[in-house]
């Protein structure tokens, strides 16, 4: 079987000047049955042409958070009610399963992590899970990730090929199997609107406050 990797982030790997109300930052993945994905986005759908007439609208979880843009609706207390009763039963709707990596920036600060570490070491650990939680299934699976900047999408690349290359000593596996259980990567842009990249990031935002 077939399963795709959804990434999304919330915040930035920036140590210098960040919000200290909150100071992490979060790579969060949604894994989803590739057989699944069309009925995810029917669902989607109806509760977005629901509340808008449209389906157009992307779930951006600081918007939803701030009632802003789209989701100035939700500034009625009655709307905003329905509004998250409705997504709340999509989420769990959804048989999906989440995978958050989330750095403490005052931590790594200390630790004497600079950017690239933050990213590079969100981007191992979230590879690393999600291989073994297809391992564990003897399933195999592709990964879509949301373009970062050049930067941000040549360490997880590279993340990405160092697992390729070397496998997951710990399960086991060498490069051979590991390459067999990825079969592929794909960074997209915002423009996508993939459903699944929008519930990784309305898992993402919740999952900061989690933190604090």
């Not at 207390?77 to 998250?84: A, G, I, Y």
Request: charged content about 25%; some cysteine.
């Amino acid at each position: 079987m077939l399963f795709k990797l959804y990434l999304d982030e919330s915040g930035t790997p920036t140590l210098g000047g960040y919000n200290p109300s909150f100071p992490y930052f979060i790579l969060s993945g949604f894994i989803v049955n590739g057989e699944r994905a069309e009925k995810l986005k029917t669902r989607a759908d109806q509760v977005k042409f629901k509340y808008w007439g449209r389906t157009n609208v992307v779930f951006h979880s600081r918007e939803i958070g701030r009632r802003e843009n789209d989701f100035s609706i939700l500034k009625d207390p009655d709307v905003e009610r329905k509004f998250h009763k409705d997504l709340s039963q999509f989420l769990i709707g959804s048989s999906g399963r989440s995978i958050i990596a989330t750095v403490d920036k005052r931590k790594a600060v200390k630790l004497g992590w600079k950017e690239r570490d933050i990213y590079r070491n969100t981007s191992s650990e979230i590879l690393k899970f999600f291989i073994e939680y297809l391992y564990s299934r003897n399933d195999n699976g592709q990964i879509i990730i949301e373009s970062a900047g050049t930067e941000r999408d040549v360490l997880f690349y590279k993340e990405y090929i160092n697992f390729l290359s070397h496998g997951v000593v710990a399960l086991g596996l060498d490069h051979r199997k590991t390459k067999h259980i990825l079969t592929s990567i794909s960074f997209v842009s915002k423009n996508n609107q993939d459903i699944e990249a929008q519930v990784a990031d309305l898992l993402a935002y919740p999952a900061g406050y989690k933190c604090l």
